[in-house]
């Protein structure tokens, strides 16, 4: 019980805890909130992603940003960049995985290594 209060207050759940409320009132806000949450819930450099790809807002759900997130990686041959979809809550900056086959919100975001 003691170690569930020590936790939060160490910080050592802040990579998957949302961070405090805070309006997103563009898309490019919003590239930058998925950035740092995603770099710091998989423990890399915000560095390793190159840019955030928006959707339009007509094809967004009312009330959120969505974006593919790229990586910077290099190689040769076929391969891709993304690094997932995610939608950014517009009223509270919270960010939510986007489930892009079905083209509707998923969970929040979490750890993916």
Known sequence: MLLAAVLPATGLLAPTAPLAAARVST???AC???KTQYA???HFPVSVVAFCDPIESADSP???YVLALHSNRKCDGICSTNMGWFAVKKRTGRVFEWDVVEMRLGGPLRPRY
């Open 40 to 42: 710091a819930a998989n």
């Open 27 to 29: 898309a490019t806000a």
């Open 62 to 64: 009312e009330g959120f």
């Open 32 to 34: 930058e909130r998925v």
